[in-house]
């Protein structure tokens, strides 16, 4: 089976307009499919009318229904990972947050790119799992033997090649910024220079061989990892 082309499908809650814009371009520019609700009741609605959400980013100060009870309430019906965002710092919200079922809490402000490698950390390990195997047109890469072929034949890749490449191809179709990359196979608390992508992207590329037009380079954005259009 290839690399799913589903996106992560996001519900961002907060009521103030600014914030929620913020937090959702960056989910977006990182590949997410983001809804938005501005208020509590219009959060239960939202969620009762799209059940393949797939992760909630909650703030706690809402109008009509505040953030604890919208989170009480969907976890009578759903297990969907909750992160809590408010601009409270209390031990004694946060506990709250917790014990009525939510997965992660962020206290505002919060750089938004925090708030995405969160997101990230807490969907990887929620989401079902991929195939063992990720075919992307003449690319089959095995992550079980740690293998990868082009056109029939076996590649040896670095154990780094290796990690960059099956990234690229779990987020088939995807720009990915060369940002997220470190964070994400170099690590978020990784401080290398952006360049090291680069110089092993080059080396993937002629180890692809016929197929290194997969690896297309998206001046100022990063890359992606795309089987050849007929």
């Known amino acids: ?23 959702k ?3 977006e520019v990182n590949g997410y499919s983001v809804m938005e ?8 609605h939202v969620f009762y009318q799209n059940k393949d959400i797939d992760l909630i980013v909650l703030d706690v100060m809402l109008p009509k229904q505040n953030g604890i ?39 505002k402000p919060s750089s938004p790119k925090v708030l995405v490698a969160r997101v990230e950390a807490l969907l990887r390990r929620t989401m079902p799992q991929m195939s063992d195997v990720i075919e992307v047109g003449e690319v089959k ?28 191809a779990e987020n088939h179709g995807i720009t990915l910024s060369r940002e ?18 680069d110089t092993h992207i ?18 100022g954005v990063g890359y992606r990892f795309e089987a050849d259009k007929a």
């Not at 799913?4 to 600014?18: C, P």
């Not at 609700?37 to 239960?44: C, H, I, K, N, T």
């Open 37 to 44: 609700a501005a208020d509590g009741e219009e959060a239960l």
């Open 141 to 168: 890469i095995d992550k079980n033997a740690h293998s990868v072929y082009v056109a029939n034949e076996e590649v040896y890749l670095s154990v780094k090649e290796f990690d960059l490449l099956l990234y690229l």
């Open 25 to 27: 371009d960056f989910l």
């Open 1 to 23: 089976m290839g690399a799913t082309d589903a996106k992560a499908r996001i519900l961002v809650v907060d009521d103030e307009y600014r914030m929620r814009r913020l937090i």
């Open 69 to 107: 009870d919208v989170l009480m309430e969907i976890r009578k019906t759903s297990h969907v990972p909750v992160i809590i965002l408010t601009a409270r710092s209390q031990e004694n919200d946060e506990l709250m947050g917790y014990n009525v079922g939510a997965d992660q809490y962020i206290t």
């Open 202 to 219: 080059t080396k993937l590329r002629k180890k692809l061989g016929k197929c290194e037009s997969y690896l297309t380079t998206k001046r």
């Open 180 to 197: 997220r990359i470190l964070d994400n196979v170099w690590d978020y608390a990784y401080y290398g220079d952006a360049r090291t992508i």
